[in-house]
């Protein structure tokens, strides 16, 4: 079964305004990876977060880890129109290799 | 080489056929995935290469599809008896560690179109 499941799964918003996409999956994991995918550029990893971490920052990214309630959020701030993307979380399973990919958010932002 | 590169870009087959896919990925990287992305959905692992050897080969779909490493170097991906649900774009990503301590670098895809 599919573990990562994104939401939104489409997201419109103003060049400027803050974006929030957010990741459940469903069982115990060693990290959390987000990644961008356009047709431009192909898949690009943006962030990872591991299991142990509760947030990371990465320029305009930020990224929060709740283990708890196996959720993760994903915020890109002051967006631009190149933000204009699918984003997607990938996980991998506690004791395994596999990396488990949702199905995605597909962010546009207007200029 | 400066990234994963993958080949062909784009394939198309007749239903029955068999394929080869092959990836290249970056040079020293030990750990080698293979995905496979159909029309506006997710990734779906494969199967995941340390070296050569295959510690995970849960994710391919059925025994038409078998991959191969030589040592940390060029993988293939072939599937035999090609059926139409096979059209994806199969996605290649190399890591420097393995069990996912590290980023995945992607390469840019295989468009397998089965007619």
């Known amino acids: 079964s599919q573990q990562g499941e994104e939401d939104p799964q489409a997201l419109s918003i103003q060049e400027g305004e803050n974006a929030t996409m957010n990741c459940s999956y469903k069982?115990?994991?060693?990290?959390l990876q987000w990644y961008r995918q356009n047709s431009g550029r192909g898949l690009v990893h943006l962030i990872l977060?591991?299991?142990?971490?509760r947030e990371k920052h990465s320029g305009r990214l930020r990224v929060t880890l709740d283990t708890s309630k196996k959720s993760s959020s994903l915020l890109i701030t002051a967006s631009r129109a190149a933000d204009t993307a699918s984003y997607f979380c990938?996980?991998?399973?506690?004791?395994?290799?596999?990396?488990?990919f949702g199905t995605g958010t597909r962010l546009k932002v207007l200029a | 080489g400066a990234g994963v590169s993958q080949s062909p870009s784009n394939k198309v087959t007749e239903k029955g056929k068999d394929v080869e896919l092959r990836c290249d990925p970056i040079?020293?990287?030990?750990?080698l995935y293979w995905y496979r992305q159909r029309l506006g959905q997710g990734l779906e692992f494969l199967i995941y290469?340390?070296?050569?050897?295959?510690?995970?080969k849960s994710g391919l779909p059925s025994d038409r599809f078998s991959a191969e490493r030589t040592g940390e170097s060029v993988s293939t991906l072939t599937i035999q008896r090609t059926q139409q649900e096979d059209s994806a774009v199969y996605l290649c990503?190399?890591?420097?560690?393995?069990?996912?301590?590290?980023?995945?670098?992607f390469g840019p895809g295989t468009r397998l179109t089965v007619l």
């Open positions: 990503a190399s890591s420097s560690s393995g069990g996912g301590r590290g980023e995945q670098f």
């Open positions: 069982t115990s994991i060693n990290n």
């Open positions: 977060i591991r299991s142990n971490e």
């Open positions: 990938a996980t991998e399973g506690a004791g395994t290799y596999k990396y488990i």
């Open positions: 040079s020293g990287h030990t750990a």
């Open positions: 290469f340390q070296g050569n050897s295959a510690p995970d």
